[in-house]
């Protein structure tokens, strides 16, 4: 309803609410697969909070887990010190990553991963006696977060354009999403590879020798879950292999178990040499993000040449204890329940389900890996965005929570989820699209 308009005076909820005048959806509590909103009303979870509520909302070990944490060590500082909690934690974590990727950077999200993913590429190359390697190529469509580095390498225009003060020498890989074609569409389309090849023109045009790292996302979520065609992820490492250039995935969305496996890099068989992480890292309960870095290049950026950068990098809360123990507990809670692989298991219920909107009105293209999934709709002419809202308001009136990027439904549901919660929710979903203007 729109007759609360006092509530947003002094704080207002992001762009959903902002885009189409809508009061915001007071969210009252949650557990397992289910929110309540303030009138009481429960609504079925299809998109783990904003991609990050992997375990399912409010799971006892790990509340406990933070509540013991805040009673024994409420913060500790993570400059020339540590705690216990850190360490295991970062051992942890690489038992899970490809293999090479063995250090571990804490950060408080998935904007500051990126952040501190692009210096350490920068100082990597600096080390190495190799400063002229200063650019950092993203995508076009790619999303790295708000801040001044994500949004430079990130492709999307309108996130840029009013800052005047970007990155200089960045450039963008042209990522060619055309439903019609079906490259970056389906489950993982055997054609389309050859579009990694636009690197090599970025490669020819800037001297590859000045450039640093190529960032992409394996699956570009928040412009609207685009899949990369078979191979393409390969024929970007080759690339960048041939040039000396490093390769950082953004996983802050497909890491921890939403494609099949702990990350997509695995999911792909292709390891980059810096991995950006966050929100599945702590369950979505406590603000943590992560780098994982070869060791090399961590410790390039950690040390500084010859040793003398005392002090180049680093949060206040970076490993920070609650956020340690939130996560020490989450990665236990992924181990007990296999919620890591549950994805590959369900990812063939959630497809077919999925592609059984094709057909339906205004869909124009399904695409989905693991526990993520994309339906595609024709925008309204005059109101880009608005058709697909239009769903995502007509689910929740439903009880089922969706996310829309542009007029991509997207859905990426908890890792705990039941096929019968899978059915509900494209139910709901296939409800909203007939009744769709
Ligand atoms: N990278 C990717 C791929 C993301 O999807 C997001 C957030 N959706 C970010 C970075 C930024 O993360 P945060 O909002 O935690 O800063």
Not at 305 to 328: M, V
Request: glycine share 10%; proline share 6%; charged share 20%.
């Amino acid at each position: 309803s729109t007759d609360t308009p006092s509530l947003d005076a002094h704080w207002m909820p992001f762009t959903a609410n902002r885009q189409f005048k809508q009061a915001p959806r007071l969210l009252a509590r949650a557990e397992g697969m289910h929110y309540w909103t303030q009138e009481g009303r429960q609504v079925l979870d299809g998109v783990a909070g904003l991609w990050c509520v992997n375990a399912g909302h409010a799971r006892p070990r790990i509340v406990q887990a933070i509540a013991q944490q805040a009673s024994v060590l409420d913060y500790a500082p993570p400059f020339q010190m540590g705690h216990p909690q850190a360490f295991e934690l970062a051992e942890e974590l690489v038992k899970l990553t490809p293999p090479g990727l063995d250090k571990v950077f804490f950060t408080n999200s998935g904007s500051e991963s990126v952040e501190t993913a692009l210096k350490m590429a920068l100082a990597y190359h600096h080390v190495r006696g190799e400063g002229s390697r200063t650019r950092l190529i993203g995508r076009e469509r790619g999303y790295h977060g708000v801040n001044f580095g994500g949004i430079s390498v990130g492709g999307i225009v309108g996130n840029r354009k009013l800052f005047g003060t970007l990155l200089s020498g960045v450039d963008h890989i042209r990522h060619t999403h055309d439903p019609a074609r079906n490259a970056f569409s389906f489950g993982q389309p055997a054609h389309g590879a050859e579009l990694a090849d636009d690197l090599e023109r970025l490669c020819a045009l800037h001297d590859a020798s000045t450039i640093a790292a190529v960032i992409v996302e394996p699956v570009a979520g928040s412009t609207g879950v685009l899949l990369p065609p078979q191979g393409y992820l390969q024929r970007l490492r080759a690339i960048c292999d041939r040039h000396g250039i490093l390769l950082i995935f953004d996983e802050v969305i497909t890491g921890f178990g939403r494609t099949g496996q702990p990350f997509a890099a695995q999911t792909f068989g292709v390891t980059p040499d810096l991995m950006t992480v966050a929100k599945g890292l702590t369950n979505g309960c406590v603000p943590m993000g992560a780098v994982f870095a070869k060791s090399a290049i961590h410790d390039a950026f950690m040390r500084g040449p010859e040793q003398a950068i005392e002090f180049p990098h680093g949060y206040t809360y970076s490993a920070h204890p609650l956020a340690c123990a939130a996560a020490l507990a989450t990665l236990q809670t992924y181990a007990e329940e296999n919620l890591l692989t549950r994805a590959s298991a369900l990812h063939e219920h959630f497809g077919r389900a999925l592609h059984a909107l094709r057909g339906l009105p205004h869909v124009v293209d399904v695409r989905n890996i693991g526990l993520v999934g994309g339906v595609e709709l024709a925008p309204l002419p005059d109101a880009p965005g608005k058709r697909a809202f239009d769903v995502f308001l007509d689910c929740w009136e439903q009880g089922v929570l969706i996310r829309t990027t542009g007029d991509t439904v997207a859905l990426s549901p908890p890792l705990i989820i039941e096929k019968a919660h899978i059915d509900r929710i494209v139910d709901t979903l296939a409800g909203a699209l007939r009744r769709a203007a």
